[in-house]
Structures are given as C-alpha cells and as structure tokens.
C-alpha cells in the first residue's frame, strides 16, 4: 500500500495544496477510489454553530445517489438519538468500521436511519475532531454487499482523518467567517 500511486497523491494534496477546498476536494475522491469504494463523502460542521453541509462527494458511477449539499444548514437536534454514529462523533470517539449495517448491533447503528437516509450496506463513519470537537465526518461507503475493511483500509482512513482534519477546520473556519 506504501507505494500505491493514490497514497502518494493524497500526500501531495495534504501538504502541497494551499487551498483546503481543493485538498479535501481530492482527498474524497482518491480516498473513494483507493478504498474501492462506491460513495465517499465528506460532511463539514460548525461545532458552535452546529450547521452543517455536504461540500464534497465522489461516488464511482452516475447511477450512484450523490450526497452534496453546498448550503449550510441546522442540524436536527434529534439527530443524536437517531443516529448513534452521530453521537459518537459528537463525543470524539474513535472512527467507526460497519462491515454490514444489516447486522450491526444497534448501540452502533441505526438500521432504520441508515436505510432511509444513505441506503449503504457497509460504511467508514470517520470522525474528524480537534479538542473533543467534531469537525467533519468522511464517509466511504459500499452499497450491494457487506465489506470487510482490511487493516490497510483502516491505516488508511486514520491517516486520512490526521491529515484532513485541520484543512477541514480551516476549510469551516473560512466558510463560516
């Protein structure tokens, strides 16, 4: 995996872009198409203001149902007892591995929710946190199938989350001002 070409542009992006916009731009795509993924997404957040949009979204074909909201908006403030993931990230906990959502036990997930809202069958809920502070949420995500996620692919989305989380407060930061 060291010397895959994706890891060596994602490097690029997170130290060679000067606009966050840009980096986080590429990372999602690069991240999409190394994991072999369908959808990845990345949703930025206000953790004072508690808003939050969808600036960027790959997803490996057009018959994929993007997710990209370019407006900022309320979070529900039901949206933590709905979706225990959400929570989680809330309380800065570590990423989250779903290998299927149709067997994930329920203080994980939200079976119900995931269907209405994502329709994925596995999921990489990756939190991106400064000081007990939920910034943003990366999501790659596999629709048909249940997906194991190597320990590549999880060294992967934990050096993805130490490098995009400051481009992703700063991009939030300039957003937001």
């Known amino acids: ?6 890891i060596a542009k994602l490097e690029q ?17 690069l991240l999409g198409s190394l ?10 957040r206000s953790p004072t203001l508690k ?17 990209k909201d370019a407006d900022w908006k309320v979070e529900p403030s039901s ?14 906990e570590p990423s989250i591995f779903v290998e299927d959502v149709e067997t994930a036990q329920p203080d994980t997930l ?10 994925h069958r596995a999921l990489v809920h990756a939190h991106l946190c400064s000081h007990d502070q939920l910034w943003a949420i990366l999501q790659p995500c596999v ?21 995009m989380s400051p481009l992703a407060i700063h991009y939030v930061t300039r957003e937001i001002n």
């Open 1 to 6: 995996m060291k010397g895959h070409p994706a």
């Open 13 to 29: 992006a997170w130290t060679t872009i000067d606009s966050p916009e840009a980096a986080l731009k590429v990372s999602v795509s």
């Open 35 to 44: 994991l072999q993924c369908d959808r990845c997404f990345l949703y930025v």
């Open 51 to 67: 808003i939050g949009k969808v600036p960027f979204c790959w997803c490996r074909t057009p018959d994929i149902a993007e997710i």
């Open 79 to 92: 949206l933590p007892e709905e979706d225990p993931m959400f929570l989680a990230a809330l309380r800065a």
């Open 110 to 119: 939200n079976r119900q929710f995931e269907r209405e809202n994502f329709g």
């Open 143 to 163: 629709f048909d199938q249940p997906r194991l996620w190597s320990e590549n692919d999880r060294a992967l989305i934990h050096q993805a989350v130490r490098h």
